[in-house]
């Protein structure tokens, strides 16, 4: 694998190296911050200073301290989602394409009709009615995220489960769960992985909108998002300081975009025709 | 014609099909309220009579089913419901917010359609040069931004630095037709730029897919020039694609209109959505999912059509 890396181009050798940093701030954030998350430290947007290296925010919380927090609490609620969406999407495109007839129809039908209505009115829609605390943010999202999971999954695994080796096993009388372990599962793994990079993207942005929209992550938890509406008024007096959060959020997803362009480059096999 | 005409009207019936199973979805959804509505607007202090009063009033006194199907007929013959917020009738200003919100939309669709188209075409034919790898790449960037992050760039240079348009754009239907788009302008550049990149991916990537086939390539065997090869054995294939696309991206700026609404404070429908999802005003919540929806709904429809009628082969399928 470290060979592949060597030879990517240099995109994607850099979105490897940020999404790293990312990874190890959010993971190391209580030891890397110098004051607590939600502790008030100072008067209310104070400039760049010694003190507090990015100032301090709309209540008087050091922006550098919650940029560091934010970071584990936005990328750790995405990738929760994301896998929840892709276990439960997953599995069922899996298992559609495995049982196919009525089951495939009857779920391909009910993934049609969720995904007939705009996913960000329907999550306003569902955080309407169950709240806005973080399990019912990650279960909603990753319910509805798992939709085009699903059609990922098993238009992948359809292709899979048509081959004689897949025949072969089932004759051979092996149940369901060993196919899809050891048959489905290794073969479809590449373009599950880059849309696993995809889908982190659009979940990560779908979040942060909705913090910033009010409707996501609540205070006094550190979030980016909702950290950018909170000191939206800066920017009228010509500071960037609200926009470093929406700069980290750019950064991340831009990284993991570069990386899975890579990938998809990879596993289409047109690299060399591009080069 | 005939094929074509029950094409459409097999789709048009499957969309309302689908509208139906949404709005099924949405009214469900608000049954499954943990607690009761009453309890969370009326407040702990409401006595049990309060409590019975106001359940009288906004129908809960009723089976499920009945409630939807008057909703339902409700909604078809225009009365969309009371806010509860406001007790006026939400078909009041939803109107106004509608017609907002597609101008909004209808302004960066203008912009957006054919920059993407001229500039998608041209990074797909001269591919692999400097100018298209600076597409790929500012592309690729683009679409990795959050759209309130755009929005407060535009705001940041346009705004605030620059002053050339105003920051918070308050449009309302007495100004003139000129004031209106000098106000609408920031917000209809944010939506441009958000849906610009993942349109120009999309046309380059079609147009390159249809250059490669076997038919192109003895087209310029032949000695074809390169214009007569684009305009009249390329492009007509490449329609259908196209169109798919910025349909589909048309149905995105459905969604992406939403988030811009707040940041500038304009007055659409995206607005008034969030708004009441914040007071938990269930009635104008359900009305602008529903309208969301079949806005979403007829965009999908739309590029569905245009894909089979641009298709010969599924046009009359066997």
């Known amino acids: ?275 | 014609m005939s094929s074509v005409l029950k094409i459409v009207l097999q789709r048009l019936g499957l969309g309302f099909l689908t509208l139906f199973a949404v709005s099924i979805i949405i009214a469900f959804v608000v049954e499954l309220l943990p607690g009761d509505i009453t309890q969370a607007i009326l407040g702990q202090s409401a006595t049990p009579e309060t409590v019975a009063a106001f359940r009288k009033e906004i129908g809960l006194d009723r089976p499920a089913h009945i409630r939807y199907f008057e909703w339902l007929g409700g909604m078809v013959q225009g009365d969309l419901g009371q806010s509860l917020a406001s007790k006026r009738e939400i078909s009041e200003f939803v109107g106004t917010r509608l017609s907002n919100t597609l101008f909004l939309g209808g302004l960066a669709a203008a912009i957006a359609v054919p920059l993407a188209l001229i500039l998608g075409l041209l990074a797909a034919l001269y591919r692999n040069s400097i100018y298209d790898r600076i597409v790929n790449l500012l592309t690729l960037t683009s679409i990795s931004f959050p759209e309130f992050f755009v929005a407060y760039i535009l705001i940041l240079f346009l705004s605030v630095k620059a002053g050339f348009f105003p920051g918070i754009s308050n449009v309302s239907t007495d100004l003139a037709f000129s004031e209106q788009l000098f106000r609408t302008i920031l917000p209809a550049l944010t939506l441009t730029l958000v849906v610009l990149a993942h349109m120009l991916r999309m046309t380059r990537a079609a147009i390159i897919n249809l250059l490669s086939s076997p038919y192109i390539e003895m087209a310029s065997l032949k000695g074809t020039k390169p214009f007569r090869i684009i305009f009249h054995h390329a492009l007509p294939n490449a329609w259908g694609p196209i169109v798919n696309v910025i349909a589909l991206n048309l149905a995105y700026l459905v969604v992406g209109v939403v988030v811009v609404e707040v940041v500038f404070v304009y007055p659409g429908l995206g607005q008034l959505l969030v708004d009441s999802v914040s007071k938990r005003d269930l009635p104008v919540v359900q009305a602008c999912s529903i309208i969301f929806a079949a806005v979403y709904i007829l965009l999908n429809l739309f590029a569905d059509i245009v894909s089979i009628i641009s298709n010969p082969r599924l046009l009359h399928p066997r």
Not at chain 1, 34 to 51: N, R
Not at chain 1, 85 to 113: P, S
Not at chain 1, 166 to 191: D, F, Q, Y
Not at chain 1, 251 to 257: H, M, P, Q
């Open chain 1, 1 to 275: 694998m470290l060979k592949t890396l060597w030879s990517a181009p240099l995109t994607a050798k850099l979105g490897v190296l940020v999404i790293i940093c990312y990874v190890f701030v959010a993971v190391l954030a209580p030891v890397l911050a110098p004051y607590k998350e939600t502790a008030i430290v100072g008067a209310s947007y104070e400039l760049w200073s010694d003190e507090y290296l990015l100032g301090t925010d709309n209540i008087g919380r050091d922006m550098l301290t919650r940029l560091i927090f934010g970071a584990r609490n936005t990328i750790g609620i995405a990738f929760a989602t994301v896998l929840l969406a892709f276990i439960v999407g997953g599995t069922l495109g899996m298992l559609a394409a495995i049982l196919g007839g009525w089951y495939d129809l009857v779920i391909g039908r009910i993934v049609d009709i969720l995904m007939a209505i705009p996913s960000l009115v329907f999550a306003l829609l569902l955080l309407t009615v169950f709240g806005t605390s973080i399990p019912s943010l990650v279960i909603i999202i990753a319910l509805l995220d798992s939709t085009r999971v699903f059609r990922i999954s098993r238009s992948a695994a359809m292709n899979v489960v048509v081959m004689e080796f897949v025949e072969a096993a089932r004759l051979r009388g092996e149940g369901m769960a060993w196919i899809i372990r050891k048959e489905l599962l290794p073969n479809i793994t590449a373009p599950l992985l880059a849309e696993f990079g995809l889908r982190f993207c659009f979940v990560f942005l779908f979040i942060a909108s909705l913090s910033f929209l009010g409707l996501g992550i609540q205070p006094p938890l550190a979030d980016w998002g909702s950290m950018v509406r909170e000191n939206a008024t800066l920017i009228t007096y010509n500071d960037i300081t609200p926009l470093l959060p929406a700069v980290a959020i750019a950064g991340l997803t831009v990284a993991v975009n570069f990386v899975v362009d890579w990938m998809l480059h990879l596993s289409s096999g047109l690299k060399k025709e591009h080069q």
